[in-house]
Nanobody, 123 residues
Framework: QAQFVESGGGLVQPGGSLRLSCTASGFSLDDYELGWFRQAPGQEHEAVSCIDNSDGGTYYADSVKGRFTISRDNAKNTVYLQMNNLLPEDTAVYYC????????????????WGQGTQVTVAS
């Protein structure tokens, strides 16, 4: 059974928007810090955005700051990534994961990768 189910990806033109969703299966996300990570072809996984489980602290990669917003809805057992003003460089498979302690300058994944959701930004 997959730990997380990511959805919401697709093909979008530069400047467009998408909202990704990550829903946990079989357990509650209430007590966990969570993050979105992405892997472009030929690249390693990189942290995109993370959110803590208490005071709403967040991390954003410099490349997405001001364009992406992470949020969570514990009642729906879901974490979201609102992606605005998308760029071709955002093309990747996006994954969610547990993370270590979230700070504005650091976030790292501690869980395994699921299936992810493909985001393709192209004209």
């Amino acid at each position: 059974q997959a730990q997380f189910v990511e959805s919401g990806g697709g093909l979008v033109q530069p400047g467009g928007s998408l909202r990704l969703s990550c829903t946990a299966s079989g357990f509650s996300l209430d007590d966990y810090e969570l993050g979105w990570f992405r892997q472009a072809p030929g690249q390693e996984h990189e942290a995109v955005s993370c959110i803590d489980n208490s005071d709403g602290g967040t991390y954003y990669a410099d490349s997405v700051k001001g364009r992406f917003t992470i949020s969570r809805d514990n009642a729906k057992n879901t974490v979201y990534l609102q992606m605005n003003n998308l760029l071709p460089e955002d093309t990747a498979v996006y994954y969610c994961s547990y993370t270590g302690p979230v700070r504005d300058y650091v976030c790292f994944a501690t869980g395994s990768w699921g299936q992810g959701t493909q985001v393709t930004v192209a004209s």
